[in-house]
């Protein structure tokens, strides 16, 4: 425990003065003149582990070795041995524990303030989660302890896939993919399966023009050819064009509905009618889910397959870019090459993994996929049910409609027009074209100086077809009052731009650190800390 | 809020957006919500039908193992600032979780002796997957070569993601417990455009990665990849040292739980020349307007949502919280810790062959250097071996058919060791194992 | 889940405007200009949870009544019933979550930073013991359960007893008080029932005048009163003074060793002798015992009655003002007047709670003491055993010495002189008189400024002896880098003021909130928030 | 460090300043100390030993009561910045924890409709005792009069605490199962400090809290000290509306774990005229130089760090971190929900009583209105019931005579209510009881 070790005990107190300074209190800042405010957090240079700590100091004591011991080389030849170790911190653990105590501080996240970033969902993340996911049961079971013995585990599995089975409106699921681009990948493959299956060998996807980046990226891995579809006037899909592109080299459409524009597609139907007309597959990219869960349903719509994100519409919690969870659901036609093994409920009501399906695609990483995750969503559906999933969606329009409406006040919306429609579903778009124009700020330095105010930007310059986009998602769970303190924000800051834009270009101010340099990051990749 | 959206009742804004024939018109058929307490009452008793590394004593490893958990990782885990954000699009106000990526960079390329590290991928079995999709963008050759060794589920996922882009996977079979080297220098040839093997192998044999790295590059221009298991390369040779290219592997044992086998995370190491085809997020070093050193993600030329179609991945939404565990548990070990810990893996390991293999009805699968886990050859049903066992509260370890389907892999159980499993323990699997298979073989005796 | 309720729905949007807004983000800081840093906390006000939320928020989800409801008065005559109930907040899960998390923020803690505060022991506080202590066969153990299905907890307190017996040299031991002053007067009511017994009454209880405040105030709760014994020049109990004051009328002497100047006292045995010689109790305040751990013990030093502080000596978090415990240990002489129950061994090995202890002074709270410390400090002295505890203790001595030869440097010392003796125990005392004259600055100024460098300033003016006192406490668990860093800074400090002293005096800037009005406070007390 | 300090080895250090006469020339006689993992297992045995009220269906009350501890109060718990702060010695960086003491301040006057409340105190019955300090140092008179309907413990901690300073304590017996009226009236007199009673009393009967303050006032001029059951106040008449002058409780109901008895918090509220004689830490609102609003310890001359001898009450570390649960459990609850909560209990309460009350060998101890609780007479040894009980897994209640020790308690059963125990669970226990009453009166009756 006590990082006090051998080589400080008769150290010369000055041999250590080179080394970095322990944390928040190692380093003495800069003194600042009397009645200027610093930012403690802006004081503290950068520190890694890596540079802290000093040779002896551990925090894992190595339980001793309590079997014979031979020649090491009885064990493990010398040439498969590493000559060094790798050079791992050597710290105690309160170092541990302030160093990274620290560092979280100079974090923002949704428990400090309000997130809108468009396309992700950024809901309240309820701690029950947390403490469910940890029981032992859940948290220290062996993904292959024997199914006979880990039934809590497959019910909680068969009760959620059911549960996204009636959310989406199709009869089968695989929980098995990570994440949502690891879902497409599945259901681009699934599609593929669906096709070759028939004797039929189609090369192409279409996507929207404001489709995300996952998705023309995930065609490619898939072996497809990616063609585009145009947008209308109204933010939907270009019908004509659709009609124009939809031959029968294409295997399936990959949509989001609402898009990213945050506009439901009222030509759903027919868009379906055009895909399924010409023997392609329909994929529901699950993303903006958090819009319908229980007003309308991916398989009703007639998506062929659907995937989910848990960590956006069920809440489990991002943790800085995952883990995430990206369930697949599927109609019958194509259910048989879903990936294997496949959760079934037999006679007796226990549960079983069937390895024996001939026509799946195979599996798509080790194990049932991720599990934790399935358990913090299922506690979600449980806490909500069916009508709270509702309530969910319809308070999540509901803020985005409000805001919106908030955002179209005088002052605001000359500068920042809604790109397209009217109403939204629970995201807009805006666009920053006018306020580049006319204040001589971009979406960029708004996002900026919205940091000084405690705020996460929106997500910015996306869709890529809005000039300066910004694209605003509030989520169910934020306040009346958090919105309308957003919305003032926006507004002051576009005044203040109005007086003077070089405060925004210059922000933030009060940020750990302010703007930082992207293209020096890219041009000379410094990736690692070196070491001594 | 409705006065000021200019709509007389919420119903609206759904009647004005929604095509009717696209309305649920019903209730979802979903049970009521419930209250807190009775949600973590439902989640307990499916906890509680569960049988957990805390309920009985299992050697049950194949991928995930049951390493302890330091406490402080639990504390940083559910830390707001570490579980709320999503993925810093805004390095000014997520320098946490940036310097988070950037030191687990760091601690990854010192575990593998490789330069360039990602900020994570999903896990193991598809992060083999993710290297093979570097190899095929980087040499557009059309085959992979994989050892027989590896995880049966990393072949299989390979397999999956392969089809897809047309690409073969060619299985090499091993020999005496690894990789057959003659087999495997005749398999790769020009047009192979991975070769990939586990280190160690599915069946805890120490692989020569030297030589097959070596054999590989002499019989062709593949990139060599390895997938390697994070504890054992506290002692063992590390792949940068092996001529590996690419080596990737299963973070789980870096301080995240088992959690029925995910989330954890991927680790993914490359040579410096693929570092502009690297799948994920990267954090990089910078300084801001007024020089003070920072993070941001970098290289995103690479990444889906930039170059859409032809990015180096499709990977979005990682592992970022897994891989702060990850790094948080390497620094919890240190410098020392992981090489005492890996000697204590070997000796133990070690112990426990010789003495299960001296058991009547059993015997080693192999004679090849072992780390962590090995296998053995049970003369008898491995299912009902393992069943007696569990009666006395023990969990043998994997029984290697069932999760392989393989015909050569009746009767092979793997057993895994972890500092949590001590001699006393191991004896006490001894007695155990040994009256399965004595009780076993009574039972099959016709009598 | 959802903070949208129906008042919200249908309300005007203007209509909440004059709400208090929600937590960081609610308010609309005052813009400010380009290139000043702002600190963001301070652009924050202060609201209470009280201020926030609207009408029919809420969090809980009563479970539905499931039994059949009568008359409301079957249940509960009108006239007992409340008319109006509490006025609580209002508020989602969300908000309370962002509240507390943003309140959180305004707090400086030990996993932040150094925290020197002498005489409280801020050793680092391990994870594992709140892992092990939320353990639900611990916390969710009730009190009255019984000891035959308790047995665990009742084997880990026996543990714990024994250790702290062998600790402290003193052979009884009983962990009911709830903190240090708790033990206090147990341990005072313990010699006052001890006299008792002997058919003597006697009413005086001595204490040194560097005696921390709860001693006196002890003694006076217990009904003695309090004279008081000098400390000669080298810091110590002045021996003439006690022999002086030393007669027949006293019950006990109370002391700490090493006393709060951080020095040993050389004559223990001495003074052992003096107080045993009039037939009182030598009573030891254990609030300095991670001096001595492993390396002397109380008992063997003359003393008959212990408290231990769990929350200093054996690093029970301190909570931000509790909970602690306060074990005490005591003699043979004493054991008879303990509290009820005692912890008893059967000879079977199983343990049981003896209530039958005819001339036990009694309980001092109900049930069994803060059995989640116990477990908290139970873990500590297993991680750690009897060696670790003396290292902890080494190290402690260790780091103290360093740092005070650290400020014993040219440009320190001058100013903030050792108030007693040469080397220290685990803290020393500083004065910050000359300071005050020839920099004028006083030692509160000093920790004010220290607060704009990221650490906690140490105990300032007590010992009440020492003029303008500074008690530094570094601990085992801080790094050499830490403690040279605060050398520093503090050297850096006296230089700042030295240039211009009105830095300083102005300290702090760079904190949530400035130097605060705390006559104001008291003069005109708001203790609660008006509600509406 | 040590050429810095000027020494040649740390033993110089002790050798300087121990005399060898004291000094520990041994090993102390511990155990080696323990790596993480090992402790950890060593803790978990120790708690896998008890039978928590995860483990059966429980109805143990008696001071301290299973509710559901929501999880966020962990989570807020467990933040470094409420954990491992000191108290709030330097307010500017503790502001978070101070504003939590004010907050919670404000809750518990809300609570009780009184206007002034501490910061809390250790528990409930010490909370009593330093009520009565409160009164002793108001008045100096020289006797208490308590309800024989309190906690046996809290009068027990009140003896003992009184004795030190030469108080007497006189206890009233009940009637009917509420203290008697005119045994109340009869022993209070010019000379009485404090006239204290619990609300609801010990035996779950709600006391006409209004009739016995007023006859306390009209007999003498004691502190009216009330202690009462936070959770019933939802519903119950506060007693700041019955004339109560100090209100005290036990405050581990408010989202504080069971803990085996501790840590909680007692919560301490009273009139305006008491506050500069109040007990512990207070914070107070105030400004800072630049005008924010903050928050100090304030009214410190009444602690003993300031008064020593001449402080209120001797208490330094309090409960701070507990009473964050309390004001947070009570946020979560929120103003409908303790309403909500309260009729749930009264409601369930008078289910289970007339339920269990009807069993053949079962009656009500009284007939007052119950809230949260109740006790009942059972024709039979309770100890041997309750073990029959136990083997079915449910834990009927407390034995109370084995609380009290007294005689009249004998066969009497306390059975606590909370939400987390449904209709079906007192059905279970109805079921479980009669069959334990009736096995034991077989037993009992001689063959
Ligand atoms: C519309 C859309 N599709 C797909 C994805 C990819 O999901 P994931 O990050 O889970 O891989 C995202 C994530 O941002 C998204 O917004
Ligand atoms: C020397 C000394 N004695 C007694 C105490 C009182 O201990 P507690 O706060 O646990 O009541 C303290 C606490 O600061 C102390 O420093």
Redesign the interface.
Same mark, same amino acid.
């Given at each position: 425990m006590s990082p006090i070790d051998e080589n400080h005990l008769h150290a010369d107190p000055g041999i250590e003065s080179h080394h970095p300074s322990s944390g928040a209190n190692g380093s003495v800042p800069a003194l600042v003149a009397a009645g200027v405010r610093a930012s403690p957090l802006?004081l503290q240079?950068?520190t890694?582990?890596?540079q802290k700590g000093a040779p002896?100091?551990?925090?894992?004591i190595?339980?001793d070795?309590?079997? !014979?011991?031979?020649d090491?080389s009885?064990? &493990?030849?010398e040439?498969? /041995?590493?000559?060094e170790?790798?050079? %791992?911190?050597?710290?105690s653990?309160p170092e541990?524990?302030r160093h990274?105590?620290g560092?979280?501080?100079?974090?923002?996240?949704?428990?400090?303030g309000f997130?809108p970033?468009g396309s992700?969902t950024?809901k309240h993340?309820?701690r029950?989660h947390?403490?469910?996911?940890?029981? !032992?049961?859940?948290?220290?079971?062996?993904? &292959?302890?024997?199914p006979e /013995?880990?039934?809590?585990?497959l019910? %909680?599995m068969w009760n959620l896939q059911g549960?996204l089975s009636?959310?989406s409106?199709l009869p089968h699921v695989s929980l098995q993919p990570?994440?949502?681009?690891?879902g497409?990948?599945a259901g681009?493959?699934l599609t593929?399966a669906y096709h070759e299956d028939r004797g039929e060998s189609r090369h192409k996807v279409l996507t929207p023009d404001t489709a995300?980046?996952?998705n023309?990226?995930?065609?490619?891995?898939?072996?497809f050819e990616?063609v585009k579809v145009a947008t209308n006037e109204n933010g939907g899909v270009d019908i004509e064009d659709l009609r124009a592109k939809a031959d029968t080299d294409v295997a399936c459409l990959m949509l989001t509905n609402p898009n990213t524009l945050g506009?439901?597609d009222?030509n759903?139907?027919q868009i379906a009618e055009i895909v399924h007309g010409v023997g392609a597959t329909l994929y529901y990219d699950g993303a903006n889910l958090n819009a319908?869960?229980?007003?309308?349903?991916p398989g009703?719509?007639g998506f062929d397959i659907v995937h989910f994100?848990l960590?956006k519409s069920f809440t489990q919690?991002?943790?800085?870019?995952?883990?995430?969870?990206g369930p697949i659901a599927v109609s019958d036609r194509v259910a048989p090459y879903l990936?294997?093994p496949v959760l079934t409920r037999r006679e007796d009501g226990t549960f079983a993994l069937d390895?024996d399906r001939p026509k799946s695609?195979?599996?798509?990483?080790?194990?049932?996929?991720?599990?934790?995750?399935f358990?913090r969503s299922?506690?979600y559906?449980?806490?909500?049910?069916?009508?709270?999933?509702?309530d969910a969606s319809?308070a999540a329009?509901?803020n985005a409609?409000?805001l919106?409406?908030?955002l179209r006040q005088h002052g605001v919306a000359e500068y920042l027009p809604l790109a397209y429609g009217d109403?939204c579903?629970h995201e807009f778009v805006l666009s920053g074209g006018p306020m580049k124009r006319e204040l001589e700020i971009k979406t960029l330095d708004l996002?900026?100086r919205l940091?000084d105010f405690g705020f996460?930007?929106p997500?910015v310059y996306?869709p890529l077809l809005v000039e300066e986009a910004l694209m605003v998602e509030p989520t169910e769970t934020e306040t009346?009052e958090t919105l309308d303190a957003f919305a003032d924000t926006i507004a002051a800051i576009l005044r203040e731009a109005s007086d003077d834009p070089e405060i925004a270009r210059?922000a933030?101010y009060s940020?750990?650190?302010?703007?930082?340099?992207?293209v020096?990051?890219?041009k000379q990749?410094?990736?690692?800390?070196a070491?001594g | 809020?409705?006065?000021?959206?200019?709509?007389d009742s919420?119903q609206e804004?759904?009647d004005?957006?929604?095509?009717p024939?696209?309305?649920?018109g019903r209730?979802?058929?979903?049970?009521?919500?419930?209250?807190?307490?009775?949600?973590?009452e439902?989640?307990?008793?499916?906890?509680?039908?569960?049988?957990?590394?805390?309920?009985e004593l299992?050697f049950?490893g194949?991928?995930?193992y049951?390493h302890?958990v330091?406490?402080?990782i639990?504390?940083?885990?559910?830390?707001?600032?570490?579980?709320?954000?999503?993925?810093?699009?805004?390095?000014?106000?997520?320098?946490?979780?940036l310097?988070?990526?950037?030191?687990y960079?760091?601690?990854i390329?010192?575990?593998t002796?490789l330069?360039?590290?990602n900020?994570?991928v999903?896990?193991?079995?598809?992060a083999v997957a993710a290297a093979g999709?570097l190899a095929k963008l980087h040499n557009q050759a059309s085959r992979f070569v994989v050892s027989a060794g590896m995880?049966p589920?990393?072949i299989?996922?390979l397999?999956?993601?392969a089809?897809?882009?047309?690409m073969d996977v060619l299985e090499v079979p091993l020999r005496d417990g690894v990789t057959d080297p003659d087999a495997w220098a005749r398999a790769i040839d020009g047009n192979t455009s991975a070769a990939i093997f586990a280190q160690p192998n599915f069946y805890g044999a120490?692989e020569?990665?030297?030589a097959l790295s070596a054999a590989a590059k002499g019989a062709g221009n593949p990139v060599v990849i390895a997938q390697v298991d994070p504890i054992a390369?506290?002692?063992?040779?590390?792949p940068g040292?092996c001529g590996v290219d690419v080596a990737v592997g299963?973070g789980q044992p870096l301080g995240n739980?088992?959690?029925?086998?995910?989330?954890s995370?991927g680790f993914f190491a490359a040579r410096e020349e693929y570092?502009r085809r690297m799948p994920g997020?990267?954090?990089?070093?910078?300084?801001?307007?007024?020089g003070?050193?920072?993070?941001?993600l970098?290289?995103?030329?690479r990444?889906?949502?930039?170059?859409?179609?032809?990015?180096t991945?499709?990977?979005?939404?990682?592992?970022?919280?897994?891989a702060?565990a990850g790094?948080?548990y390497?620094?919890?070990?240190?410098?020392?810790?992981?090489?005492?810990?890996g000697?204590?893996l070997?000796?133990?390991?070690?112990?426990a062959r010789e003495r299960l293999a001296g058991l009547p009805g059993v015997e080693k699968l192999h004679e090849q250097?072992v780390?962590r886990e090995f296998a053995l050859r049970l003369d008898g049903n491995v299912a009902a071996i393992?069943r007696r066992c569990?009666e006395q509260g023990v969990?043998p370890g994997?029984d290697v058919q069932a999760?392989s389907?393989r015909e050569e892999d009746r009767g092979v159980l793997l057993v895994a060791i972890t500092?949590?499993r001590?001699?006393?323990d191991?004896d006490r699997l001894s007695d155990v194992l040994a009256a399965a298979v004595a009780a076993e073989t009574d039972a099959s005796v016709p009598a």
């Open positions: 802006q240079a950068a890694t582990i890596f002896g100091r551990r925090a894992f190595c339980p070795v309590d079997v !014979p011991v031979l090491a009885e064990f &493990l030849p040439r498969f /041995r590493r000559s170790g790798p050079r %791992l911190p050597e710290v653990e541990i524990v990274y105590v560092i979280s501080k100079r974090n923002f996240d949704l428990d400090s997130y970033l992700c950024m993340n309820p029950l947390e403490r469910v996911a940890a029981l !032992p049961g859940h948290a220290r079971l062996h993904p &292959l302890q024997d /013995r880990a039934q809590g585990a019910e %909680l549960a009636e959310i409106g990570s994440a949502g681009s690891h497409e990948l681009v493959l593929r995300h980046g996952t023309p990226a995930t065609v490619t891995m898939a072996g990616v506009l439901f009222p759903i139907s319908v869960m229980g007003l309308s349903r009703d719509m994100n960590h919690p991002h943790g800085g870019g995952g883990p995430g969870s990936p294997v390895h695609i195979g599996r798509l990483r080790g194990f049932h996929g991720n599990y934790g995750c358990v299922y506690a559906i449980c806490s909500l049910g069916g009508d709270g999933l509702k319809e329009v509901l409609n409000y919106l409406a908030r109403l579903m996002a900026k940091l996460h930007p997500t996306f009346k210059g933030p940020t750990p650190v302010r703007r930082l340099d992207e020096l990051a890219a990749p410094v990736i690692r800390q070491l | 809020m409705l006065a000021a959206i200019g709509v919420l804004i759904f004005r957006q929604i095509p024939a696209v309305r649920l209730a979802l058929e979903l049970p009521d919500g419930l209250g807190e307490a009775d949600v973590y439902h989640l307990r008793a499916l906890a509680a039908r569960n049988t957990s590394t805390e309920d299992s049950l194949a991928g995930m049951d302890y330091p406490a402080l639990d504390m940083l885990m559910e830390r707001s600032e570490f579980l709320t954000p999503y993925t810093p699009y805004q390095p000014e106000i997520s320098q946490g979780g310097q988070v990526m950037f030191e960079q760091t601690a390329c010192e575990l002796a330069p360039v590290s900020a994570s999903y896990e193991g079995p598809s999709y995880h589920h990393t299989q996922t397999r999956t993601t089809h897809g882009y047309g120490v020569d990665a030297a390369l506290g002692v063992l040779k590390a040292e299963e739980r088992l959690d029925f086998g995910g989330p995370f570092l997020r990267i954090a990089g070093e910078t300084v801001d307007v007024d003070r050193r920072g993070f941001v970098t290289l995103q030329t990444e889906q949502h930039i170059r859409r179609e032809k990015a991945s499709n990977i979005c939404t990682s592992q970022a919280l897994n702060l790094v948080a390497l620094t919890w070990l240190g410098r020392r810790g992981i090489v005492e810990l000697e204590l070997l000796a133990r390991t070690h112990y250097p780390i393992r569990a969990n994997v999760l389907g500092e949590r001590s001699r006393a191991i």
